[in-house]
């Protein structure tokens, strides 16, 4: 019988089968930790820095009454440089892995600190109608007040419709800060009422995301 044993075994490695048998055993393999992302990072530094920028874009905007050409494109450059670490932040944070809570907050808050101190100066300027200024300001309080709002069950972060409405935005401001001649003034309220529709749409759009998050968070036992 044992004889008959060692044959039958030795047929089964011949022919696999008892090879079959162990690969059908299922290996238990553990997922390797990934390391988390540093809060010190280049994109969130960029973000800092955009922070630190707003003073400096005002206190150029008002040197010598706001209205001569020097400061005005001093000032014009110095918002230039800060929108642009807007988009390049955001690119390095998705291309090296970078992307943190802290990223997701701080960023559309160094943008809106921006984008507002521009509007408000240009209205204490005379240069643009406070109506504008208080639409896209009280949308992006609005806003910001429900990132906190919902924050403690999800980050909200900024949307494709709302990475084009600071670019828009960003764009209208860069209009009306450069000394631009009078006849093109046209053109630049025509990008800024163009600013001003994508920021009511993708403020409720932004509304409707923050219901939907407070929605799952808390749902309705039948």
Sequence with gaps: MSAQREELDDDAWNDGSAV?????VPVVTHPTAVPPVPLLNIANVLTVVRIFLVPVFLWALF???GHTTLWRVV?????????????VDGQLARKYGLVTDFGKLADPIADKALIGAALIGLSALGDLSWWVTAVIAIRELGITGLRFAVLRHRVIPASRGGKLKT?????AIVLYLAPL???IHWFSATIMGIAVALTVITGLD?????FRVRKHA???HS
Excluded: K
């Design 167 to 171: 670019l828009v935005q960003s764009l």
């Design 63 to 65: 040197v010598e009454g």
């Design 181 to 183: 001649p009078a006849g």
């Design 206 to 210: 932004y509304v409707f995301q923050a």
């Design 218 to 220: 808390h749902p309705q």
């Design 20 to 24: 079959r048998d162990e690969a059908s």
């Design 75 to 87: 000032a014009t450059l110095v918002f230039v440089i800060a929108a642009v670490t807007d988009r």
